[in-house]
């Protein structure tokens, strides 16, 4: 075990919860705020759907599952610009597991 | 016995036969297999694993049918139990992979450091999962009793024995490989009939794409029907109501030990994110069917049944109007069954829909076998969630640390076994209809779970006194709001399905408060709060970062 720069540890973990603070807003819009304003929105219509409707049966689903691949994605990718190495996360991982 | 009842038959006991091959062939032989089944399951298989554990009878047997009733207020239901899956990904599974322990209560023992906590978490898990497992049963009664023409009580007794037996001999390891079956049965049982619905009514084999138009269609037949519109939002409750129980869904989900167990299941902290997103999209495939299920059904119902002559009802309604699930009593005695006169279970729309689009036997057998994989897998991970609660964290971490694991596995598999027959005596006779038991299930691991979890992983100063009293005060507060609100008081129009929404804000501030009025936890569990995070290879220690000698850290 080699000791490293906290700042730079930090760094990491505030690259990580930047983009996820981002991804979080952006459920909140795509859900709680869609109904807010389910009313003014049910004027526009997309696909044949109303939008309020469209949003809730179909748009807040795939922009939740988008961002869940675009979490998975960008993480890894900032794993990999630290210079972390999954294959020995695993090793890590499965010794390091209080087993009883 | 008819052919129906013969084919139907056959694809449920060819499934069932695949089940229990499977439970036999991974049959646990160690308590890890028991618990985390080894912990090396591929992300995406998990993500078919968390699908069945997660969609419960509610959801294949109960979701379209409530859209189909409710129209756009059904929609909170689609938004919710979606939704959570952000905050479980990306707020708390990896991390308490991380971590490493068996159960949710383990974490929340070893976290504050405290037994108390160990066994309040273990409680609540217990009552969340039990109440939630009464649904599913009573849910495979009903499937099981019109499928056998039995009395839906047998059929729920045929279900508990099903369920104690492969869940007590297979334990996790088991569970998640007939999950994963279980997952592709239901899917092609809910996916078959909707496609071939889209193909009939619009000419479109993707449901997804076709059924836009037609929402708009049947906010017009309604119109001159002179009834609300489907699509017009928050006509069966207020805005508040949809808000309150699309909150309660999705930190119940968050919070649903059953579920967060199976991210203990994979490898990594990475694996437990792809996890997460090969989940949704799993669960996705069904909840954005669910709503065209919904639409046809209602547009068929609309067109096609109501306006018929009385006497010349297609041969399906008399079936379901003996279940007394189905009406058509011809109210102002004109020989025509009109629209209004039609008044539709949701808990029957599924299963009816196949007859409803005249889809043929072997749709409607496979269509009883999905909602029988979708009842049985979850009432499952249920199971492992009560056993585990019960042999794990309070037999061995409190009262019998010395246990041999050879004992230990014996009282898992008893305590699934008694768990099961228990639920089953209460699901005779169930307290409520089958979604509303497992709303209240989420409200409750909302009020308790949610708050605990998120504190513990992203506040270090939370404490053992912090999380009693938070767990405390939310499970009393979410009780007491579903009880009051049963009984006609609530706030805002919020009725009990969106309870959590209270018990949930009652417990931060109780274990915001209680914290920060008692001592700091000691320095070792701070720093392990810390240390989750950073990625495996990295550590905190000593109020410093160390990371692997073998990583070239940049940055």
């Known amino acids: 075990m080699k000791k490293i720069d906290r700042a730079k540890a930090d760094q990491y973990f505030k690259e990580k919860n930047r983009y996820m603070a981002l991804y979080l807003v952006i459920w909140l819009v795509s859900s709680f705020g869609v109904v807010l304003f389910a009313e003014s929105l049910s004027t526009i219509t997309l696909n044949g759907f109303p939008f309020h409707y469209f949003m809730g049966a179909q748009g807040s689903i795939v922009i939740f599952i988008i961002l869940l691949y675009v979490n998975a994605k960008v993480s890894d990718g900032i794993d990999k610009k630290y210079g972390i190495d999954e294959s020995k996360n695993e090793q890590i991982s499965y010794g390091k597991t209080l087993d009883h | ?555």
Request: proline share 3%.
């Open chain 2, 1 to 555: 016995m008819d052919t129906q009842f013969l084919v139907s038959t056959s694809i449920i006991l060819l499934t069932f036969a695949l089940y229990i091959g499977i439970a036999v062939y991974n049959k646990a032989k160690a308590t890890s297999d028991f618990y985390v089944a080894g912990r090396g399951v591929p992300p995406i298989f998990n993500g078919m694993a968390i699908g069945a554990d997660w969609m419960s009878a509610a959801s294949f047997i109960g979701l379209a049918g409530t859209v189909m009733i409710l129209g756009y207020d059904g929609l909170a239901y689609i938004m919710g139990w979606t939704g959570g899956y952000l905050l479980l990904t990306f707020l708390l599974a990896p991390q308490l992979r991380k971590y490493g322990r068996y159960t949710v209560p383990e974490f929340i023992g070893d976290r504050y450091n405290s037994h108390t906590a160990r066994v309040i978490a273990a409680i609540c898990t217990i009552i969340i999962s039990f109440t939630y497992s009464i649904g599913q049963l009573s849910g495979s009664g009903v499937v099981i009793g019109r499928l056998f023409e039995i009395d839906a009580k047998v059929g729920t007794m045929i279900g508990v024995v099903l369920i104690a037996f492969y869940a007590a001999f297979g334990g996790m390891k088991g569970i998640t490989w007939t999950q994963v079956a279980q997952y592709v049965v239901l899917i092609i049982a809910y996916l078959i009939p909707v496609i071939f619905m889209s193909l009939q009514i619009t000419g479109n084999p993707a449901p997804w794409l076709s059924y836009g138009e037609l929402v708009g269609k049947i906010g017009e037949l309604d119109r001159e029907l002179g009834v609300s519109e489907y699509f017009a939002p928050f006509t069966n409750g207020t805005k508040w109501q949809f808000m309150a129980l699309m909150f309660t869904l999705m930190a119940g989900t968050a919070g649903l030990p059953h579920v967060i167990v199976r991210f203990y299941t994979v490898s990594t902290m990475k694996a437990a994110r792809w996890s997460g997103a090969w989940a949704l999209l799993f669960i996705g495939l069904l909840y954005l069917s669910a709503p065209a299920y919904a639409a046809f059904s209602r547009f068929i119902l609309m067109t096609k049944v109501a306006g018929s002559q009385i006497s010349d009802l297609p041969s399906w309604t008399k079936s379901w109007v003996d279940t007394g699930k189905l009406q058509v009593a011809d109210a102002n005695g004109d020989g025509i069954l009109q629209w209004k006169e039609i008044i539709i279970s949701n808990d029957i729309v599924v299963m009816a829909t196949p007859e409803i689009a005249n889809l043929g036997v072997f749709v409607i057998g496979l269509v009883a076998a999905g909602a029988m994989a979708a009842a049985l897998s979850t009432a499952g991970g249920l199971m492992i969630a009560i056993s585990s609660s019960f042999a794990h964290d309070i037999y061995y971490r409190v009262f019998k640390p010395n246990a041999t694991e050879k004992n230990r596995l014996a009282v898992a598999r008893w305590s699934i076994v008694i768990a099961t027959v228990l639920a089953g005596i209460v699901a005779l006779n169930p307290p409520g209809v089958i979604t509303q038991i497992v709303a209240w299930a989420f409200a409750l691991a909302s009020g308790t779970f949610f708050p605990a979890l998120l504190l513990g992983v992203w506040w270090k100063r939370s404490n053992a006194q912090g999380v009693i009293a938070g767990m405390l005060v939310g499970l009393g507060v979410t009780l007491t709001y579903i009880f009051l609100a049963r009984s006609g008081v609530t706030l805002f129009g919020i009725i009990d399905t969106g309870a959590g929404v209270f018990g949930a804000t009652a417990a931060t501030i109780a274990n915001i408060v209680v914290s920060l009025m008692t001592k700091a936890p000691s320095q070792k569990i701070q720093e392990e709060v810390m240390d989750l995070r950073y990625p495996e290879q990295m550590t905190f220690k000593d109020g410093e970062v160390w990371v692997n000698d073998d990583v070239d850290f940049k940055a």
